[in-house]
C-alpha cells in the first residue's frame, strides 16, 4: 500500500545491505579500531548513503561528542572521525564546529582533516546560514576527491537537529558521506 503517491516513483529510500558488506565493515572495524566495540558508552548501526553503507558508532556521552563512521573509499576501509569542537545555542543564533577526519586503514593515501564551521544567526532560516571550510589539514592531490560544495550545500539542513548533538553528529556524517 503506498498511500497518496505512486510507488517507487524517482526510486526509493529504501536499500537492502548484503551480509557481506555488513560483515565487511564489522571485520575492518574489529581489526582496526577495536576499542570501539568494547566502550560502553558507544551505540553501534548501520546506516546507508547514496554510494554505499557504514558502520556508525555514536556516543551517548556528552563529554565526548564523538561519531565514527566505518566506511569503504577507493576500495578500501577507513574511519571517517567526527568530534563536535564547539556548540553554542543562544537562541535564535547557533555555533557548531567539527572536527573532521578520514583515515584509511593500512595506510592509503586518500586522507583529510578539515574543520567545519555551521554558523546561523536565526535558526529558523537555515538558508542564512554561513558553512565556513579549514582544509588545511588535507593534502592539495585530495581537496580535488571531496565535493566540498555538496558539505556546504547540505550542512544547513542539519539546523533542524536544535540542541540535540547526536543528531548533529549523524546528519553532519549523513552530508559528509554523500559527498565523498
Excluded at 503517491?5 to 524517482?10: H, I, L, M, V
Excluded at 582533516?113 to 544567526?121: D, G, K, L, V, Y
Excluded at 581537496?143 to 539546523?159: L, T
Aim: charged share 20%; proline share 4%; glycine share 8%.
Amino acid at each position: 500500500m503506498c498511500g497518496n503517491t505512486e510507488c517507487n516513483a524517482g526510486g526509493s529510500d529504501f536499500r537492502r545491505i548484503s551480509s557481506a558488506s555488513v560483515d565487511g565493515l564489522r571485520k575492518a572495524a574489529q581489526s582496526d579500531r577495536p576499542a570501539l566495540f568494547s566502550k560502553a558508552n558507544i551505540n553501534a548501526s548501520i546506516v546507508s548513503y547514496r554510494h554505499g553503507s557504514a558502520l556508525e558508532f555514536l556516543s551517548t556521552d556528552p563529554s565526548d561528542k564523538r561519531s565514527v563512521l566505518i566506511v569503504q573509499k577507493l576500495g578500501m576501509y577507513g574511519a571517517l572521525d567526527i568530534v563536535i569542537e564547539d556548540f553554542q545555542i543562544n537562541y535564535p543564533r547557533v555555533l557548531l564546529v567539527l572536527k573532521v577526519t578520514f583515515d584509511p586503514f593500512g595506510g592509503g593515501s586518500f586522507k583529510f582533516s578539515a574543520r567545519i564551521t555551521i554558523e546561523c544567526n536565526d535558526i529558523t532560516k537555515p538558508a542564512g546560514c554561513s558553512v565556513d571550510l579549514d582544509l588545511a589539514g588535507t593534502a592539495d592531490t585530495i581537496k580535488p576527491m571531496v565535493d566540498w560544495d555538496c558539505i556546504k550545500r547540505c550542512a544547513p539542513q542539519c539546523i533542524s537537529c536544535g540542541s540535540d548533538w547526536q543528531c548533529w553528529l549523524g546528519c553532519a556524517g549523513g552530508c559528509i558521506l554523500q559527498c565523498l
